[in-house]
Structures are given as C-alpha cells and as structure tokens.
C-alpha cells in the first residue's frame, strides 16, 4: 500500500541557511500535519493544511513557512536555520470517511541537521 | 489546554511479561485517542485507536480502553515479545480539530 513519502531522508545544512521539506501524502488524502521531533522528545505539532488551505496552527516559528499545493504535496520551508532546528520532521496525512476523520499516516521523517 | 500524560520509561521486562504503559488525557469534549509505536530510526504507525468512551482499540495483541470517567487509555499486553521493543505514544485529537497531542513517549525494551 502507498504510504506518506517524505523527501530528503537526510539533511545537513549550516547556520542560517534555508532548507526546504517535502511531503508526498496518500493519494486520495486531503490534510497534510507537519511535526518535529527533537531528540528523545515526543512529535510537536507545528502545522496542518487541509484542501490546500491552513487548518491548524501550533509551535511553528515565523523563520518557517509552509504550503500544500494543488496536486495535496506540501512544502516545509526553513530560513536562517538554527543550531536548535536539528530534529526530526515528520509528515502525515489523512482523509475523511465516514464523516469523521481518519487517522494521521505518517511517514519516514526527514532527519534535519544543522551545523 | 488539552494534554497527554504518559507513565515515564523506560520499561524494561522479560520475553512473555505482561505490559501495561499507563496514559491519562486531559480535553474538553470527546477526543479521539491513538497509541502510536516508533521503532529505532523510523516513523510513526498508528498501534489502535479508540473514537468514543468504552471503545477498545486492540491489534497485534496490544488492546487499550477509552475510559472516560477515569480519563485514560492503558496500553496493556499480555505477552510481549523482544520485536515490541520500540517507543510508544498515547495521544489525542480533539474533534473538530486537526492537531494530534502526543505524550513525552515510553520506551519499552523486551529481553529474551
């Protein structure tokens, strides 16, 4: 079964560069989430987009940005990157059914590391 | 705010002990509640789940109930197996929303 694709697996970037972050949802799933994962801690909500628009906001800083497309990819953009961003991020999708909403799918996760 | 509170790891225990890795909640209303497992280097996948108060989320032997009067959702296990050595999340989504609150995580190691 397709699952949620996330792209690079891995990134190295220095201080104060710009990182960009994709994520591939399930075909047919409509909400992209975002997370963030530091080391040893538990996955931080840092945004959600459903039908392309933002649904939900949480810790995310003004530094990142993010967007959902038409084709329902996303894109997690990262500026003046900090030492403290190193983490993993996560990507998740879901989909209505039924009229409720299913689970979050989530995929592999991007390992961020900026030194 | 809403918020997920998780027994702290880690858990260690022999091959064929009996699990139990405790998860209270705190929202208004009737959220939804997950147990997500992370094995080492990998993504998140969905364990079970439970939508409404007295539901049972059960798979691959893990079963957890939504108790609404005591606010939790144990994960428990009757027998575990050293392949269940990962990390575990309780968490919850609130209806109407799309953010999932996870816990802090317990780490469970099986020795054989």
């Known amino acids: 079964a397709a699952g949620v694709i996330q792209s690079p697996r891995h990134l190295i970037k220095e201080k104060r560069e710009t990182a960009t972050l994709k994520c591939y949802p399930i075909?047919?799933?409509?909400?992209v989430y975002w997370y963030q994962q530091g080391p040893g801690q538990d996955p931080q909500f840092l945004i959600s987009?459903?039908?392309?628009?933002?649904?939900d906001k949480g810790s995310i800083p003004d530094r990142f940005s993010a967007q959902q497309f038409s084709d329902y990819h996303s894109e997690l953009n990262m500026s003046s990157l900090e030492l403290g961003d190193s983490a993993l991020y996560f990507c998740?999708?879901?989909?209505?059914?039924?009229?409720?909403?299913?689970?979050?799918?989530f995929g592999q996760g991007t390992r961020l590391t900026v030194v | 705010g809403n918020s997920v509170t998780q027994m702290e790891g880690p858990v260690t225990l022999s091959e064929e002990a009996f699990l139990t890795i405790n998860c209270t909640y705190t929202?208004?209303?009737?959220?939804?509640l997950f147990w997500y497992v992370q094995y080492p280097g990998e993504g998140l996948q969905l364990l079970l789940k439970?939508?409404?108060?007295?539901d049972k989320g059960s798979n691959k032997g893990f079963e957890a109930t939504y108790r609404k009067e005591t606010t939790s959702f144990h994960l428990e296990k009757g027998s575990v197996q050293v392949s269940d050595s990962a990390v575990y999340f309780c968490?919850?989504?609130?209806?109407?929303?799309?953010?999932?609150?996870f816990g802090t995580g317990t780490r469970l190691k099986v020795l054989a």
């Open positions: 439970a939508t409404k108060a007295d």
């Open positions: 998740a999708s879901s989909y209505p059914k039924g009229g409720r909403r299913t689970e979050a799918f």
């Open positions: 075909p047919r799933h409509d909400t």
């Open positions: 929202a208004t209303g009737y959220p939804s």
């Open positions: 987009f459903y039908e392309k628009m933002q649904s």
């Open positions: 968490a919850l989504r609130s209806l109407g929303t799309y953010k999932y609150i």
